[in-house]
């Protein structure tokens, strides 16, 4: 046995070989010639999975949560109005981030596993002047899928800023930053994008950048003001010398290697890999009789499945016997049904050998629960769908 387990929890997942070798080579100086022109590509290299030719990437050291905390700390000033759109627990987040740096919110919530309407957001952007909404493209702690593009287009037309919690979703689903709009779109490493947990990525518009350069008071954040952090990455694109705090060096080398990867896969293809996949991976879970979070296909996920246990069956001993087939799953996140459901992550390199894993280790453990269900019946109907993929 060669003690292999499969990670398939919604981030950090399973990493490309050739990207965790990068992180092992000896690490240069953040000054290096050759180092400096990974981070320059890296950076260039993001624009076009972001699809934003002209979008400021940054690339910091830290979490999603930093990226996030980044975009309210530059954006938002004392009394500024935000409508936080939101479909689970990171829009909870994405309201107190933006709360601490004195933003007035509204909170429009979603029903558990639906979408807020494009009709109930316009309906907040007309009442009031907001000077920025928050989307979560993919709530990772209900698997629920936003569609950002009408909601951008609204944006505009009621000149609010648009900021994308793009953490389970960049490399993953659809994005277009240009063309759809979007003021900010955001990830951390360790999702879809690929890399190892460790650094904050985030590319805003030319509007956004205007906007915080029109700011009335300083950043209140010192480490994520993009006062400190914009000379460098100008720096590093335009292959200069530079320095503010020391970049995560090996994670950078790691990060240019997957958006490599991205970049000869395909964003296209890859966006379609990921939506073959999960469609397929959830009529494999549904035909054990498990009920899915998001309420119906259009809003499910394409880079995680959030499923509620059969009724019966104990939560985290059925984990604990998926671990024992050497599959890693996640459990609930949402307090309010945390013990109820659980989430698997298929994003990145997600392929259908470890999605036919997963399903396999899923219904061993079932069994072994008690749950009536035919053996193979989830890989049947997986492979029965991925055999019509459509895209
Ligand atoms: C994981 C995640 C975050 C937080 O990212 P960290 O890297 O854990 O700080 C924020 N938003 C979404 C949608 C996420 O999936």
Redesign the pocket.
Known sequence: MKGRKLLMI??PIEFEPEVLQAMGIPTNSHVAPDFIEIFGNSLELMREVWKSPTGQPFIVA???????DMAAANLIEQGDRVLVISTGY?GQ??RDIMERYGAKTTFLEAPLGEVVSPEGIEKELKSQQYKALTI??????TGVLVDPEPIAKLARKYNTLSIL?????VAGEKINQEEWGLDVVLT????AIGVP?GL?LLVASPKAMHVWKNRKSPVANYYADWNNWLPIMKAYEERRPSYFGTPAVNLIVALETSLKIIAVEGIEKRVNRHFNLAKAFRAGISSLNLEILPKSDEVAANTLTAAYYPSGIEGAALLSKIAQSEVVLAGGLLPEIKTKYFRIGHMGSVSANDLLAVLGALELALLKSGHQIEPGKSLQAFQQQLLKSDR
């Open positions: 919604p981030g830290g979490s999603g949560t930093l990226a996030m990171f987040r994405f979560t493209h993919v709530d990772t702690s919690d793009g953490v389970c979703s951390g490493s360790q999702k947990p904050a």
